[in-house]
T-cell receptor
Framework: NAGVMQNPRHLVRRRGQEARLRCSPV?????VYWYRQLPEEGLKFMVY????????ESGMPKERFSAEFPKEGPSILRIQQVVRGDSAAYFC?????????????FGPGTRLTVL | AQTVTQSQPEMSVQEAETVTLSCTYD???????LFWYKQPPSRQMILVIR??????QNATENRFSVNFQKAAKSFSLKISDSQLGDAAMYFC???????????FGTGTRLTIIP
């Protein structure tokens, strides 16, 4: 029974490059959430997706960041033209269909370093 | 906006002793959930315990229990019989019923002294 999987675990990019972070939810979970953790801080909500829909993106920066959760395949968090301030750990979480009553289960995170 | 405050950046406890981590939150909602997550050096976020605000009974999970004071908006975590494996960052988190977004505190780093 695999948990939430994220890859890569570590990603190094130079300023101006693109970063793609992948998240495979727990099998059977149809809700995915992305959070960002800056050094020495708590996690901050970015976006909440269901299959093929963005439900809440109130925590996403307006530019350069986008997220998708296609009908088939993993959820993708995409950061275009990365800057040093994007260096952080990005966590994905998933929950089952009855999300209103259930807990979010987290993946191991992707640590993004921007040089 | 909801906020979660953890006023203890660091705590330490002797192995086998009991420690309590503090958390307060601010909300105008009446239905919500509270969580404690553990983040060991591996950085994996692990759910420790959850509490539904409508339940008066405090949640317990083995050596972990909470003291939920709804009127005071306080949600502390008690760890009994502390073990070396309990060493980690502990985050308190809040979620309003019907809103999937988790709001986290800044965390408490717990050290276990052998």
């Amino acid at each position: 029974n695999a948990g939430v999987m994220q890859n890569p675990r570590h990603l190094v990019r130079r300023r101006g490059q693109e970063a793609r972070l992948r998240c495979s939810p727990v099998k059977g979970h149809s809700h995915v959430y992305w959070y960002r953790q800056l050094p020495e801080e708590g996690l901050k909500f970015m976006v909440y997706l269901q299959k093929e829909n963005i439900i809440d993106e109130s925590g996403m920066p307006k530019e350069r960041f986008s997220a998708e959760f296609p009908k088939e395949g993993p959820s993708i968090l995409r950061i275009q033209q990365v800057v040093r301030g994007d260096s952080a750990a990005y966590f994905c979480a998933s929950s089952p269909l009855l999300a209103g009553a259930d807990t979010q289960y987290f993946g191991p995170g992707t640590r993004l370093t921007v040089l | 906006a909801q906020t979660v405050t953890q006023s203890q950046p660091e705590m330490s406890v002797q192995e086998a002793e009991t420690v309590t981590l503090s958390c307060t939150y601010d909300t105008s909602e009446s239905d919500y959930y509270l969580f404690w997550y553990k983040q060991p050096p591996s950085r994996q976020m692990i759910l420790v315990i959850r509490q539904e605000a409508y339940k008066q009974q405090n949640a317990t999970e083995n050596r972990f229990s909470v003291n939920f004071q709804k009127a005071a908006k306080s949600f502390s975590l008690k760890i009994s019989d502390s073990q070396l494996g309990d060493a980690a960052m502990y985050f308190c988190a809040y979620r309003t019923f019907g809103n999937e977004k988790l709001t986290f505190g800044t965390g408490t780093r717990l050290t276990i002294i052998p």
